[in-house]
């Protein structure tokens, strides 16, 4: 510390506040060269300053700055508790309510199931199954399913069931499709389905309600990964005789998510790809190596159904062969008539 007259500043460390005063006689204790000095009111032209800083670089400890401020008579407590402006400005701002408040987000209320849904057709008719309330999964319309298995009953040659085989049920979510799938006579589903509350909560007890959870798979990966890595899931024999794609409206490009299912090794020579897709949304008339042989409107819902030539052709010698029916059938009342 260094003492001074009208020219000199004591400088020590303290909260960011100054003040000024005038110790005598702790001056005269301090500087023993000073006694003797006629202190007078001519020869007083300027107080003696103690300017108090934090800006020094060599910082005082808390108790020596308590020590040096008791040592010219003043309250450490008036000095060191002082609060900083920014402490000070955060105390008014949290009791004017006017300061940053953080949101506590309110916890989300439990997912709920109901049984709306339930098999169209087969060996598990009529059951119902669980689907959640919120709109998080949009299963699919009973007359759009009603519709694409007919379809695809009359293309494999078998009105009455499926041909039997392994079937893929992409964005599966409550598993109505591939439950209806087993229901006429597939012998094995797979089930894709990245949600694991509606993996546990709805998917899990549908297949265990209607006795098919023995020959169901169920992974619970996004549809994307699995597309990818269909190998890694599957093995060597990955194709798959049936798949449904069956995927929110939303969050789906359609063009890329077909180019990636017909790469795939999922797809066989013989596949039937069941889509369902949304109004205003084009559809190649080809995936990959199997043709378009349906494609029906139910609404705002569209129904794709891909499959080998031979199903086109098998098809339309079916469609030939109910028109010649019903037209001796007309002759037939034509004749009785007369």
């Known amino acids: 510390m260094a003492v ?35 202190f007078t009111a001519t020869n007083r032209r300027r107080p003696f300053i103690i300017t108090v800083s934090s800006k020094s670089k060599n910082e005082l400890s808390v108790d020596k700055k308590r020590q040096l401020l008791e040592q010219y008579g003043l309250n450490p407590d008036e000095f060191l508790s002082e609060p900083s402006p920014k402490t000070k400005k955060r105390r008014e701002q949290s009791k004017s309510g006017t300061g940053k408040q953080v949101l506590v987000e309110e916890p989300k209320p439990p997912r709920e199931t109901h049984k709306l849904l339930q098999v169209v057709g087969g060996t598990a008719r ?165 043709v378009k042989i349906s494609d029906r409107r139910f609404g705002r819902t569209h129904l794709a159904i891909y499959g080998p030539k031979w199903a086109l052709k098998k098809k339309y010698v079916e469609k030939t062969k109910r028109k010649q029916e019903k037209l001796d059938l007309l002759r037939e009342v034509e004749i009785s008539a007369s």
């Open 126 to 290: 009529r059951k119902k199954l669980l689907s959640p309330k919120s709109m998080d999964v949009r299963p699919m319309m009973e007359v759009v399913k009603a519709a694409a298995f007919g379809i695809l009953q009359a293309a494999g040659g078998c009105p009455a069931s499926l041909r039997p085989g392994r079937w893929l049920d992409l964005y599966s979510g409550t598993g109505s499709v591939g439950i209806e799938a087993i229901s006429r006579g597939c012998s094995e589903v797979h089930f894709v389905e990245m949600d694991p509350w509606v993996v546990s909560d709805v998917l899990r007890p549908n297949l265990e309600w209607t006795g098919f959870l023995d020959a169901s798979v169920i992974h619970t990966v996004r549809v994307e990964s699995f597309l990818e890595r269909a190998e890694h899931f599957l093995g060597e024999d990955g194709s798959f005789d049936y798949i449904s794609v069956t995927p929110p409206y939303a969050v789906v490009d359609y063009s890329i998510l077909m180019d990636q299912i017909s790469k795939s090794s999922i797809v066989g020579e013989n596949t039937f790809i069941l889509v369902e897709y949304p109004f205003r949304t084009d559809m190649l008339d080809s995936c990959g190596c199997l």
């Open 4 to 38: 001074q007259s009208s020219h000199t500043a004591f400088s020590f460390l303290s909260p960011l506040r100054s003040h000024s005063i005038v110790p005598e006689t702790s001056l005269l204790s301090f500087n023993p060269s000073l006694v003797g000095y006629p």
